[in-house]
């Protein structure tokens, strides 16, 4: 074996151990207040090519539950089997993303169907282009409120997920603004706290202007546009502290998500998504019992 191909097999080995000791040392789903799940879109790629140990992983870093993102494995016709699949292993569904014509007159019976028989009820719209105008935004809420009223009749809650667009603008003017203001109170307003971080706001604030609305949040490690540093929990620069008082104290939110789009230092999804918990569960043991 040549040196370079030596070295290579130590790192691989390195990082293999160092991944299997961090899983098998997490505290298993220990309770928390909110309860720590995270976006399957965080490991898109590892989810497609081995979804239920993906899962297991996820839930030995200590997840309690997942959001889903329209990956399901072998249970995309099973929301039976899927839901003693996640039982097993101690996980919840914490909600589905999914687009605003997954729930249309045609797929609407199907769609719910599907994620009652899961035991998920809370169904979020990951996004949609009508979010970046004034108008759109105007159009879309109404569609919305219409669906959320629908929703309310299975015993389900709508809900949104903003990217930067719908946080740009002045305070209280932005498109974020216009959802939250022209849907009902029961509505579910995702606040993903990296792009609105990136779009140059401050994610508490959003939570105070809307009490009790944060149902389920994203936390997402991510900078100010034009500037950089490691999207990890807990090595960025966003006031994780301050942030989960908000949530605990006003954002009657129910589930902290972690999600992870970016993979920095060469890690990889599953590697970025466990170092963003071991983050957040140092941020969360520094603070007082809620």
Known sequence: MKTYQRKALSLSLTLSLTLCFTLGAASSQAATSPLLGVQLWSVKDEVKQDFEG?????AKLGFQGVEFAGEFGKYKADPAGLKAFLRKKGLQCAGAHMRVDQLNAANFKPTTDFYKTL????????????AASKEGSTELAKELSALSAKLDAQGMKLGYHNHEAEMLGDKGQTNWDLLAKNTPKNFILQ?????TTYAGKDPIDFV????????TTHYKA?????????SIIGQDKTDWTGLTKAVRSVGGTEWIIVEQEEYPNGMG????????????????????AP
């Open 222 to 230: 991510k900078f100010v546009k034009g500037t950089e540093g490691t």
């Open 208 to 215: 105070k202007e809307y009490p009790g609305r944060t149902v």
């Open 191 to 195: 606040q993903d706290v990296g792009w």
């Open 119 to 130: 035991g998920c009820n809370r169904l979020i719209i990951s996004m949609d282009e009508r």
């Open 54 to 58: 993906t899962l297991d992983k996820l």
């Open 269 to 288: 999804q599953l590697e970025s998504v466990a170092a963003s918990m071991r983050g957040l569960q140092a941020i969360l043991s520094k603070m007082p």
